[in-house]
């Protein structure tokens, strides 16, 4: 096989990893902090994720289907893992083979797993007002959970990244099923949920975008540290001279002789064309605005600042979550897991 090195790489920073999950689980106060760690550890690569965040003492990880829990056979040892998504007709071989737990989120699935789970336990979702999956709340009443061995009970917060009267409402119904649903363990916060405090924490919490240095609520500033920084190599350093323009649509035009970085970076991985007019990029100390449009596979820089860049060297892109998020008008969650597969990932 040819070593090809990638002209994109992901540097991903374990120890920012572990520390947000160490004050996600610090915010979590008495109950477990468990780690969601679907869409391929949300674009970071779910297998590191588990490896170290087990290593850390992170136990509960959730996937959202039945082909991401198998690819991250086996596990490691002392960890469980559920799976979002529950199960369908076809999941049922995986379902019963896999060393995991499908969350149930209907009657149906319920019916099913009833059926052919061999006793095996289960968690369960109820949907509080999210609308999305599980079961609904007079259905869970009702008696349709008969049966079950319940591991963990699950609902999810809709609104908890925002001030809104919904979270008290989802609260209040969730502790009403808490008094009527045997279970071993209890679950409703997700990241932004852990900041709404201590009320919401019940026995288990399963952070997303805030192991990954997403900021998903105002408490978090501050202590939620960056763990992805995307870089790209410069194929070509040009004179683009006073009056001449970059890219598609001519819509950047030098206003002097200017030396123009062009890289192996467009929106075919994930780097969108909203970046245009607030993208940016350094090479050591020296700031790179992004000039015109991105395109598919190709993104300008303004190198006049970086005297030194050239050809084969490697821009770091501005890429803290928040901040880009707010520049750009993707959510933390689009920007992380549209990071596209040309990425080299790189742990550090």
């Not at 039945?66 to 040892?77: H, R, S, T, Y």
């Not at 963990?152 to 099923?177: C, G, I, K, Y």
Request: charged share 20%.
């Amino acid at each position: 096989m040819i070593d090809i090195a990638p002209p994109l790489r992901l540097r991903l920073d374990r120890d920012a990893l572990v520390a947000n999950w160490r004050w996600l689980a610090a915010a979590s106060g008495r109950a477990a902090c468990g780690a969601a760690i679907k869409a391929d550890g949300y674009g970071l690569g779910a297998r590191e994720m588990m490896r170290h965040l087990a290593a850390a003492g992170c136990r509960d990880f959730f996937v959202a289907t039945w082909a991401e829990a198998a690819a991250l056979m086996p596990l490691p040892a002392g960890v469980s893992l559920s799976v979002l998504h529950g199960v369908g007709a076809s999941d049922m071989v995986a379902a019963r083979l896999l060393p995991t737990r499908p969350v149930l989120n209907s009657v149906e699935q319920v019916a099913r797993w009833r059926e052919a789970g061999e006793g095996r336990p289960c968690d369960v979702m109820v949907d509080t007002g999210m609308s999305r999956l599980g079961l609904r709340v007079e259905e869970a009443l009702g008696g349709a959970l008969g049966g079950l061995t319940i591991e963990t009970l699950l609902s999810h917060l809709a609104s908890a990244d925002e001030e809104s009267v919904q979270n008290a409402r989802q609260l209040a119904a969730f502790r009403a099923l808490r008094e009527a649903i045997p279970a071993r363990r209890y679950s409703l916060s997700n990241s932004a949920g852990i900041c709404l405090g201590a009320d919401y924490a019940f026995d288990l919490t399963r952070p997303g975008i805030a192991l990954y240095g997403g900021t998903p609520r105002a408490e978090a500033a501050g202590h939620i540290r960056q763990v992805a920084f995307p870089e790209a190599r410069v194929l070509q350093v040009r004179t683009v001279r006073a009056g001449e323009s970059v890219g598609y649509g001519a819509t950047w035009t030098a206003p002097r002789d200017s030396r123009i970085a062009v890289v192996n970076l467009g929106y075919a991985d994930g780097y969108l064309r909203c970046h245009a007019g607030t993208g940016a990029a350094t090479f050591g100390a020296a700031a790179l605005p992004l000039v015109g449009r991105v395109s598919m596979d190709l993104t300008a820089f303004d190198a006049d600042d970086a005297g030194a860049v050239g050809e084969g060297d490697w821009l770091a892109l501005g890429y803290d979550l928040p901040a880009t998020a707010a520049a750009s008008g993707l959510s933390q969650y689009e920007l992380l897991t549209g990071l596209g597969r040309r990425f080299a990932r790189i742990w550090s």
